[in-house]
């Protein structure tokens, strides 16, 4: 039995001396691992799990090893004496590794979680190392780029055509753009608006409240028609928009306006509109003119007849020189309207405009008088000879002329003046008076025909409306501004047709 025994207890033995071995030989390799890589938890791990093996194989190999021994030299009574004691020496091994694997798996989590955190922590600190390293060049590129993005948007403010402008929520300006400033008439280099409330450039006061509630309501308004108050005192019609901005703080809130001038655009429509307007008017004038000037004619015609035949004191004489004083009215009227609603083409006449003006104004003063009426010329040499026709540009100098004359009355100023425009190719020539001005409801009718503002038999209300279709077929327009109490002031604008080479 011993004899058969000798194999087995060979392979135990040499078992657990390899056992043993092996177990020291992986100790030794995972120190070795730790050794070079310190921070490294899976080689810690390692290293508790070889040392629990290592243990478990001295605990059991020196079991097998003394069982052997004491079995071959017959005291295999100590053996079942001491074999509990190497049972729990390999149970406790095995549950300590056990313990070690089940704990590592928290560990390796927690390991994880350094791991990631170290990665952060190190790509921080290369980004600080970076912006250590290149943060005056950052520095100036943000700058340029924050210079060139300012510089943009303050183009854009100081070259819109429009009036910008920045207020605080009670009005007071902040900033305005120099078309601001132009569109008020205010020269920006003499005169600051910062610190002034905008709602004193409105002409009604109302507009402001309006506006304002929108804005507190609704956060911003979009095209509101209202007026503006030039330095002059003139009404700018303009469109307004808004927008409120809020700052980071209640105390910042700021509004954006922007402003444009409709004033030039609406003026356009109305004399459209006047336009089309008389230009209805003249066909109906034409119409009655013609039915009413062939009978006036006969009229005339046999109330000629007759006085020829009637004694010049007779009562029968004086009636018929009543009816002809009548009827020669009544064809100078029918001429007006003639000469309103006929489009014809004007002649050319060489003329130089001032000299024109003299004439007129030579002739008024021998035969209309202005006695008390200080004249006051002021015409600009650079303005050429123009074809014009001279016959009727002298008929529209003479009522307009006559016109200022009734309104300045027993004294004031009538000035005269000439200019051209920055172009050179219109000629402006403004006549202006001192006189009580016209109401601002009639402003939009003195172009009509048989308006007009005079007494019974002291105007006809042809003349203006006459002198508008002579400049009109001249390819120009007539402006007027006026003010009750402070006169009014006629422009009329001509087109610069200059003669040819050789006329």
């Given at each position: 039995m011993i004899l058969s025994a000798i194999p087995i207890r060979t392979v135990d033995l040499l078992g657990s001396v390899l056992m043993i071995l092996f177990s020291f030989l992986c100790l030794g390799l995972v120190r070795?691992?730790?050794?070079?890589?310190?921070?490294?938890?899976?080689?810690?791990?390692?290293?508790?799990?070889?040392?629990?093996?290592?243990?478990?194989?001295?605990?059991?190999?020196?079991?097998?090893?003394?069982?052997?021994?004491?079995?071959?030299?017959?005291?295999?009574?100590?053996?079942?004496?001491i074999g509990p004691f190497s049972g729990a020496i390999n149970t406790f091994t095995f549950i300590f590794v056990a313990s070690v694997t089940l704990f590592f798996e928290r560990v390796w989590r927690i390991y994880q979680q350094i791991q990631k955190d170290r990665q952060e922590l190190q790509s921080t600190r290369d980004k600080l190392l970076y912006l250590n390293q290149n943060l005056e060049n950052l520095v100036e590129e943000r700058t340029d780029e924050l210079a060139l993005s300012e510089h943009k948007y303050r183009r854009i403010f100081e070259v819109s055509q429009d009036m910008m402008l920045v207020t605080k929520l009670d009005g007071r300006i902040v900033n305005m753009n120099p078309a601001g400033f132009t569109m008020l008439g205010h020269d920006e280099a003499q005169i600051s608006f910062y610190g002034k409330s905008f709602n004193t450039f409105f002409a009604d006061a109302s507009d402001w409240n309006s506006i304002r509630d929108s804005i507190e309501q609704s956060g911003f308004v979009s095209n509101v028609e209202i007026a503006l108050t030039h330095k002059d005192e003139r009404r700018i019609r303009s469109l307004v928009s808004a927008n409120l901005d809020k700052g980071i703080s209640e105390k910042e809130n700021t509004i954006h306006f922007l402003v444009k001038d409709i004033e030039q655009r609406r003026q356009v429509e109305e004399q459209i509109a006047q336009a089309d307007k008389l230009a209805s008017i003249g066909q109906l004038s034409a119409g009655i003119a013609h039915e009413i000037n062939n009978p006036m004619g006969i009229i005339l015609g046999y109330t000629q007849l007759l006085l020829r035949n009637e004694d010049r004191d007779s009562e029968?004489?004086?009636?018929?020189?009543?009816?002809?004083?009548?009827?020669?009215?009544?064809?100078?009227?029918?001429?007006?309207?003639?000469?309103?609603?006929?489009?014809?083409?004007?002649?050319?006449?060489?003329?130089?405009i001032d000299e024109a003006i003299d004439d007129v104004l030579n002739f008024i003063q021998q035969h209309a008088g202005l006695d008390n009426i200080e004249v006051k010329k002021d015409y600009n040499p650079?303005?050429?000879?123009?074809?014009?026709?001279?016959?009727?540009?002298?008929?529209?100098?003479?009522?307009?002329?006559?016109?200022?004359?009734?309104?300045?009355?027993?004294?004031?100023?009538?000035?005269?003046?000439?200019?051209?425009?920055?172009?050179?190719?219109?000629?402006?020539?403004?006549?202006?008076?001192?006189?009580?001005?016209?109401?601002?409801?009639?402003?939009?009718?003195?172009?009509?025909?048989?308006?007009?503002?005079?007494?019974?038999?002291?105007?006809?209300?042809?003349?203006?409306?006459?002198?508008?279709?002579?400049?009109?077929?001249?390819?120009?327009?007539?402006?007027?501004?006026?003010?009750?109490?402070?006169?009014?002031?006629?422009?009329?604008?001509?087109?610069?047709?200059?003669?040819?080479?050789?006329?």
């Open positions: 070795e691992l730790r050794r070079r890589d310190p921070n490294n938890v899976i080689w810690i791990y390692l290293l508790l799990v070889c040392i629990g093996f290592a243990s478990f194989a001295l605990s059991r190999s020196a079991g097998h090893i003394l069982r052997q021994i004491l079995t071959i030299s017959g005291h295999s009574a100590i053996w079942a004496s029968k004489y004086a009636d018929l020189k009543t009816i002809e004083k009548h009827v020669r009215n009544c064809k100078s009227i029918v001429e007006g309207l003639l000469n309103f609603a006929r489009a014809s083409k004007p002649r050319e006449d060489i003329i130089r650079a303005v050429p000879q123009m074809l014009l026709d001279e016959k009727k540009i002298k008929q529209v100098l003479m009522n307009l002329i006559m016109n200022a004359k009734h309104a300045i009355g027993d004294k004031g100023l009538l000035s005269l003046s000439t200019w051209m425009n920055t172009s050179g190719r219109q000629v402006m020539v403004r006549i202006a008076d001192t006189g009580y001005g016209i109401e601002k409801k009639n402003l939009a009718q003195i172009f009509d025909p048989f308006f007009t503002t005079k007494s019974t038999g002291e105007g006809t209300g042809l003349g203006l409306s006459v002198s508008y279709g002579i400049i009109k077929n001249h390819g120009g327009e007539i402006l007027v501004e006026s003010k009750v109490g402070q006169g009014s002031t006629f422009t009329i604008v001509l087109p610069v047709i200059q003669p040819a080479a050789g006329n």
